[in-house]
């Protein structure tokens, strides 16, 4: 089975820094994905970790510990249009198992 | 085309009749994935292709709901006597490889059961 928690919703400034966390229990760990999905669309992919540490991509960065069952996402320099749903999703055994997501609104 | 794409957008139908729901996956693409996602809600896990392996279909709620995939590409969701509580965005999405492959997402089926 899997187990994925993520906060529900965040809020942020424009030009801020956030840290949306995830934490899972899942069988058969192979890597962890974050996907984007802005309202109404279909979710675009972010980042995929597979080892321990920081993969940094602009101004998106993502973390993962496989000990520990935990990632996060970085997003610095927020700008309104980040404003979207964020998900963490890992692969469970061999399967995407996606997580409720954190819908991230982002203020002027 | 390039994409994932994904037949029909909109589907508004009466509670009891049945729907297909069609998804055509990125030519080469060797898995494929629907899911569903109930407004305001995130992506529920409905049922897993990877080649010619039996299906996953640990995901699907119901007997109500089906899914194949002919000749390793396109693939059918079917739903039979549909409910109220079936109304959702039904996704598709496909990847190179099962396992590690990046998800490419359809745009989505928008199921209303009136």
């Known amino acids: 089975g899997q187990n994925i928690d993520q906060p529900t919703e965040m809020t942020a400034t424009e030009g801020a820094i956030v840290q949306i966390n995830c934490t899972y229990q899942?069988?058969?760990?192979?890597?962890l994905f974050w996907y984007q999905q802005h309202a109404g669309e279909a979710p675009t992919f972010l980042s995929y970790?597979?080892?321990?540490g920081l993969e940094e991509k602009g101004r998106f960065s993502s973390f993962l510990s496989r000990s520990k069952g935990y990632s996060y996402l970085l997003l610095k320099e927020l700008q309104m249009k980040d404003s979207a749903s964020y998900l963490c999703?890992?692969?469970?055994?061999?399967?995407?198992?996606f997580g409720t997501g954190t819908r991230l609104q982002v203020f002027p | 085309g390039a994409g994932v794409s994904q037949s029909p957008s909109n589907k508004v139908t009466e509670k009891g009749k049945d729907v297909e729901l069609r998804c055509d996956p990125i030519?080469?693409?060797?898995?494929l994935y629907w899911y569903r996602q109930s407004l305001g809600q995130g992506l529920e896990f409905l049922i897993y292709?990877?080649?010619?392996?039996?299906?996953?279909k640990s995901g699907l709620p119901s007997d109500r709901f089906s899914a194949e995939r002919t000749g390793g590409s396109v693939s059918t969701l079917t739903i039979q006597r549909t409910q109220q509580e079936d109304s959702a965005v039904y996704l598709c999405?496909?990847?190179?490889?099962?396992?590690?492959?990046?998800?490419?997402f359809g745009e989505g089926s928008r199921l209303t059961v009136l």
């Open positions: 292709f990877q080649g010619n392996s039996a299906p996953d």
């Open positions: 899942t069988s058969g760990f192979n890597g």
């Open positions: 999405a496909s990847s190179l490889m099962g396992g590690t492959g990046e998800l490419f």
């Open positions: 030519s080469g693409h060797t898995a």
């Open positions: 970790n597979v080892l321990d």
């Open positions: 999703a890992p692969y469970n055994t061999d399967k995407l198992i």
